[in-house]
């Protein structure tokens, strides 16, 4: 084991993807000489050279065109896009190219593709550079999307992005990269698509992802105090989520709670608390809840911030609401 940051493992599964196979390249605005602008990626361009690590001009749309372009054609490109609201200028490459070439082309070629790209709060960096827009990608067919919770995760599941067939976009909360723990010298397989469950109970369901996996652990263990056992679900994979990990958790708890950061209207929660009451309505003892962030751009100020990212105390508030 050795203790690890949150992007040291980042760059770790960057670093050693790059050595056990020559086609995985990388490239993204300050990627290379400036190691990115959380320093994720420093020291690969040292390692491995100008021609596999290249920094790029600022042009989102470029970037993830020439990753499909290099995809298609025998590369495994990672990319980085330095927050995740400058995606936007990227959709046409991913939404049109990336996640339809595999279906146009009659399964003749795959796209194997990574974005990299942090999103969420907790810096004051504004309505620009903190938003969560997970909920419209894990929307197209042909994409998918995995957003890690935990040092180990975020290892495993890049690895497992970057061996996928197929364009794969890599979430990273920003809140997390200064995130402390051990990794192991070997870490364990995660396939994409594969939840886990982060604390056992049998009262109530919690589904989270990324950095609100901490506030819903501490809800659990401040509802634990009140004598109420809360199981929480880590999902890791948005596109495609595990639904049968969340059926078995509900068949044993009946109570259902989705928890993110990214605004609740029209999102992640939204669709898990809908297919939920459609396939495991039988299970539910209570209507499911969403607790997310407002319908509102994230603000700068940090009094702001802190009370617009969704928190503890709001999730067992919820709670309450759905034992009662």
Not at 159 to 174: L, Q, T
Request: contains cysteine.
């Amino acid at each position: 084991m050795a203790e690890v940051r949150f992007g040291q493992a980042i760059n770790r599964a960057i670093s050693d993807a790059m050595a056990q196979d020559p086609t995985v390249v990388m490239f993204g605005e300050d990627v290379a000489a400036a190691g990115g602008p959380f320093g994720v990626t420093r020291g690969l361009a040292e390692r491995f050279g100008g021609e596999r690590v290249r920094d790029t001009p600022i042009s989102e749309a470029t970037i993830v065109g020439a990753a499909v372009g290099a995809a298609m054609s025998g590369l495994r490109p990672i990319v980085e896009i330095m927050f995740m609201d400058f995606i936007t200028l990227a959709m046409d490459a991913l939404v049109n190219q990336a996640a339809k070439a595999h279906f146009m082309f009659g399964e003749q070629c795959s796209v194997p593709m990574v974005v990299r790209t942090p999103h969420g709060g907790g810096i004051s960096a504004g309505p620009q550079h903190s938003q969560c827009l997970e909920a419209w990608l894990a929307h197209v067919p042909g994409l998918k999307l995995v957003c890690p919770a935990t040092i180990a995760d975020s290892y495993s599941l890049l690895r497992a992005a970057i061996a996928d067939p197929n364009p794969v976009i890599f979430v990273e909360n920003k809140a997390l990269y200064a995130l402390k723990g051990e990794l192991p010298d070997e870490p364990e397989n995660v396939a994409i698509g594969a939840a886990r469950t982060a604390r056992a109970g049998q009262d109530l369901t919690i589904v989270t992802y990324g950095a609100a996996l901490a506030p819903a652990l501490d809800a659990a263990a401040t509802l634990a105090s009140q004598g109420v056992e809360a199981e929480v679900i880590d999902l890791r994979s948005i596109q495609p989520w595990d639904e049968a990990a969340v059926r078995r958790s509900l068949a044993r708890t009946h109570r259902l709670i989705v928890f993110h950061e990214a605004v609740e209207a029209f999102g992640v929660g939204a669709e898990i608390v809908a297919r939920m009451s459609d396939v495991a309505f039988d299970e539910l003892d209570a209507p499911p809840l969403r607790v997310g962030a407002p319908f509102s751009p994230p603000p700068f100020a940090k009094s702001l911030e802190q009370q617009f990212q969704p928190s503890a105390d709001r999730l067992i508030h919820a709670a309450r609401r759905v034992l009662t």
